[in-house]
């Protein structure tokens, strides 16, 4: 499939009709509003692309009423059309507390989740291995301009994840907050040996002799993007190597509702721009009721296309979409060396993105230990829809800009 191109011509012609119709953009603060660079648009998702999905009937709340007729024992009233809201605690048994969903082997909810490292770079390891799979996904800035993912596997099992690469600081949050093992292809000494002198050591998952599986190379010796992971075989060695340290933990923290928040802004597209080498474009689909994913393919900024699963076969889908405003310093910033350094405690802006609609929010993670929580400005837990999460990293001093179309652009920026 070829790229989707967007013109100069094109923004100007959407910069204009914001003149004329009186829209105004949401505008960040100056230092970030420099940064700003094309804005990626695409009209529609390429249809050979990905295999629609049937539409997710609206949620209604049904008040069921006495009546002389008994009710068919037989029938019951499908799931999809049932108010009901999961969380922030109190998750039923057998329902997943970061999706909101009914897990298909409810056995797989009887242990930790597990947090895997894949690469976004170069764009030879595309498209990727298992991300589909992952209840949440976390894209945040590496250096010299390039992301990376970190998959948490839960609900579901992968039979290969990756390519796996090397760990950064931002991912002890993680850890911390999944209470999840961590499976990666080392990492810089100045990350490694903190960790190995702290109480995660005996979650960390690194390639070594007589480990594949779970942990395998898959390719040509000479190219070091051939780590794949196995999240069933994972389950097993981990469980094995902690002397049966892997049963279930406490992830409270979100909120799940299949009926639609109210909300005044659109939120058709969603484009975020890393640096000028990694971008990205999330475009709803309402056919499926899903944010498609696009990603970048050039180094100019302005060509994207679809990013699918090499698993799957499958563009990369996301039921809720959330943009994370997150302090962002550097550890060594050099000519030859760039490390950067997360507060990841805390509070901070977000914003939410379900149905086709967009919401202001804050984060919330008071302690290291707790799972993330999102909340209104005035402290009400936001609802998620069930499903699943993609959370994209951006600066606490990133520019964010909306139009009356529904669309969105998160630019990143560090201070």
Not at 249 to 258: C, K, T
Not at 280 to 295: H, I, T, V
Not at 330 to 336: E, G, L, M, P
């Amino acid at each position: 499939m070829k790229p989707l191109k967007l013109s100069y011509i094109l923004l100007g012609v959407l910069l204009a009709g914001m003149a004329l119709t009186g829209c105004s953009p949401v505008v960040a603060p100056a230092a970030a509003q420099a940064m700003a660079t094309p804005y990626i648009r695409a009209t529609a998702a390429p249809a050979a692309t990905r295999t629609p999905l049937p539409p997710t009937p609206t949620a209604v709340l049904f008040e069921l009423k006495p009546t002389s007729t008994p009710l068919p024992i037989a029938t019951s009233i499908p799931e999809e059309f049932i108010h009901q809201v999961y969380g922030p605690s109190g998750f039923p048994a057998g329902v997943n507390p970061l999706t909101g969903l009914h897990a298909e082997d409810p056995a797989l909810l009887n242990r930790r989740p597990m947090a895997i490292k894949v690469t976004n770079f170069p764009r030879s390891v595309r498209p990727q291995w298992g991300l589909s799979l992952a209840d949440h996904v976390y894209e945040y800035y590496l250096e010299d301009g390039l992301t990376r993912f970190v998959g948490i596997f839960y609900g579901n099992d992968a039979s290969r994840v990756g390519p796996v690469r090397s760990g950064r600081f931002f991912d002890e949050h993680i850890m911390r907050m999944y209470k999840a093992s961590l499976t990666f292809a080392s990492a810089d000494p100045r990350v490694l040996e903190p960790w190995l002198e702290s109480d995660l050591k005996n979650f960390l998952i690194i390639e070594r002799p007589g480990n594949c599986p779970p942990l395998c190379r898959i390719g040509p010796e000479t190219n070091y993007n051939t780590l794949y992971a196995d999240t069933h075989l994972l389950e097993e060695y981990f469980t094995e190597r902690s002397g049966g340290n892997n049963g279930p933990q406490n992830l409270d923290g979100l909120v799940f509702d299949r009926v639609v928040p109210t909300s005044l802004q659109e939120g058709k597209s969603v484009s975020l721009r890393y640096s000028r080498v990694s971008y990205n474009f999330w475009l709803y689909d309402p056919l499926s009721g899903r944010y498609l994913r696009y990603s970048d393919t050039e180094d100019d900024g302005t060509d994207v296309q679809p990013l699918a699963d090499s698993l799957t076969g499958k563009q990369i889908a996301a039921d809720n979409l959330v943009m994370l405003a997150v302090p962002h310093d550097y550890y060594i910033n050099t000519a030859t060396t760039e490390m950067v350094e997360m507060d990841f405690l805390g509070e901070g802006d977000a914003w939410a993105f379900r149905d086709g609609r967009a919401y202001p929010l804050r984060w919330r993670r008071p302690t290291p230990d707790a799972l993330i929580s999102l909340v209104y400005p005035h402290g009400m837990h936001f609802p998620l829809k069930p499903g699943t999460v993609w959370f994209q990293v951006t600066g606490a001093t990133s520019g964010v800009e909306s139009w009356d179309q529904g669309d969105w652009l998160f630019t990143f920026a560090i201070p």
